[in-house]
């Protein structure tokens, strides 16, 4: 089993639809989650960063994180076809052995015009 | 945000030759840098750790004698490809990590090698 799952999609949404993205992981000693978006060819960017359980907004994302139950999400309100891009996950713990980032696989996201 | 800055974008070299790629934290003293490699439609693969003024942590399975790497500022990491192989085309990743910024590691611009 994978420390960290993601749907590697595709995900084929209509401009303006609400998105969600999920991962779900196994290492109980993650307490740092990211969002990372892709596009072709390039570096990833961080969009979200949440530390331990909660909810987090900025603009149209909202990240949610929900340790006991080992999932994230990110949520994407009113779609454009600007966020067509691969959507990563990463996680990690506080130190040591854990202090390294685990990525999802990433899911491929396209939004249709 | 932090800015990375990582160059060349792309690089085409011979086989046996070695490629040199640079990775710079322009706002930011980063403490520690990260390199990955990424392979098409894949996610991103840790290949190393490195600690300004210290030897770099390779990953298990990652020939420390091909990819060199060194942190001699708290500004700039530089991964060498040596002897490169078609093997070794891929798209490479550095990031770094700072405890100014208070957030998590941000990313270059990847560097596209092909070996032919």
């Known amino acids: 089993q994978k420390e960290v799952e993601q749907d590697p999609g595709p995900l084929s949404v209509p401009e303006g639809a609400i998105v969600s993205l999920n991962c779900t992981y196994s290492n109980s000693a993650f307490q740092y989650f990211m969002w990372y978006r892709q596009y072709s060819r390039k570096g990833p960017e961080l969009l979200m960063y949440t530390y331990s359980s909660g909810n987090k907004e900025d603009g149209r994302f909202t990240a949610q994180v929900d340790k006991s139950s080992k999932y994230i999400s990110l949520f994407i309100r009113d779609s454009q076809p600007s966020d067509s891009a691969t959507y990563l996950c990463?996680?990690?713990?506080?130190?040591?052995?854990?202090?390294?980032?685990?990525f999802g696989t990433g899911t491929l996201l396209a939004v249709q015009p | 945000g932090a800015v990375v800055s990582q160059h060349p974008s792309r690089v085409i070299c011979k086989s046996g030759t070695s490629v040199k790629i640079e990775c710079r934290s322009l706002?930011?003293?980063?403490?520690?840098m990260f390199w990955y490699r990424q392979f098409p439609k894949q996610s991103l693969m840790l290949m190393a750790t490195s600690n300004e003024g210290s030897k770099a942590t390779y990953e298990q399975g990652v020939e420390k004698d091909k990819f060199l790497i060194n942190h001699a500022s708290l500004t700039l990491s530089t991964l060498t490809v040596t002897s490169a192989h078609p093997e070794d085309s891929s798209f490479y990743i550095c990031?770094?990590?700072?405890?100014?910024?208070?957030?998590?590691?941000?990313f270059g611009q990847g560097t596209r090698l092909t070996v032919v």
């Open positions: 990463a996680m990690r713990g506080e130190g040591g052995a854990t202090n390294k980032l685990i």
């Open positions: 706002d930011f003293q980063a403490t520690t």
């Open positions: 990031s770094a990590r700072a405890v100014e910024v208070g957030t998590e590691a941000f």
